[in-house]
């Protein structure tokens, strides 16, 4: 199970003397690498507080016209998330500093992102322009009143739909939630929810975290846009860089900083070396020439086209330090160069494109 909460437009303020050290006392006994990450996480949220303290103006307001951040509603649902948010259940508490991880939550909220995923959190004090999004799977405290998104992660093939349905709707009818999402569900398990939703008067699902890149398009080009046009639910995509593959960094092999030469990544290294791979690495840099005729990096490229995707709510960005986040979120300023023309050129390149009914692209 995930859960993944969002907060409204109201101030946040820094917890009190003494309480973290008492929440740090009460979060579950875990392995040293959760704990870690926890750790981190739970920094973040009380950084949010001692800055956002300092600007009482509207999050959308201020920033949107600063940094060009769109908005999309979730799915057709009513709340709404920045078209980028920060992922950080890859590189927070494991690959990088509290500090570093610190420095990019604060790129990110003042460049107007208002989503983050993470993998555990908590937060003291009270609820702000914030979408947190965080996986539960270690145990954890989150010490707020409600979360706005619960998300079940994968689904359980023990367990019938009907009861899974219920015990959303169930906790969103508890004032625990105020929606309910889907996480690495195939299309047909999410209509099927919708249907158990209908024929027994419950809550159905507003929206699908899927893997979504230039070498991963079949499931939210082909099959998720229908659901978004049938039953409104949206997507929120992750991994925009394939684990970094389509950031350029491996096209000369693997250095030794990168999170391929890291030992439990030994299923990205050899997904790089192998043919597959290498003919990727051929690809993306024809795609490299089409950015600097744009005027952006390969990164930039890619996240911006992933966010030409109508179903897409939401693109999850990954960083390691403040530079690389930065440039990511550069990605908004690209969109509106990606023409028909150039989209078309793209998918020559990727040679790709998934068969499909309709054209689900702007």
Known sequence: MQVSFACTDHGLKAPRNGEHSKQNATSPNTTSHARA???TVALIARSLGSFTHRYHHNLKESTAKLTGMKYRNLGKSGLRVSCLGLGTWVTFGGQISDEVA????TIAYESG??????????SGGKRSSLVITTKLYWGGKMQLEYVDVVFANRTD?????????RAMTHVINQGMSMYWG?????AMEIMEAYSVARQFNLIPP???????HFFQREKVETQLPELYHKIGVGVVSWSPLACGIIT??????IPESSRAAMKPYQWLREKITSEEGRKQQSKLKELTHIGEKLGCTLPQLAIAWCLRNEGVSSVLLGASNPTQLTENLGAIQVIPKITAGIASEMDHILG????????YHH
């Not at 889907?182 to 195939?186: A, G, L």
């Not at 494109?353 to 054209?359: E, V």
Request: glycine share 4%.
């Open 37 to 39: 990450r926890f750790r």
């Open 102 to 105: 610190e420095q990019l939550m």
């Open 113 to 122: 992102v208002n989503l983050f995923d993470t993998a555990e959190v908590y």
């Open 157 to 165: 093939s023990n367990t019938p739909m009907e009861e899974i349905v």
């Open 182 to 186: 889907t996480s690495r569900w195939s």
């Open 206 to 212: 507003v929206c699908e975290q899927a893997e979504y």
């Open 248 to 253: 350029g960094k491996y096209e000369n092999g």
């Open 352 to 359: 790709n494109r998934p068969h499909s009914k309709r054209d």
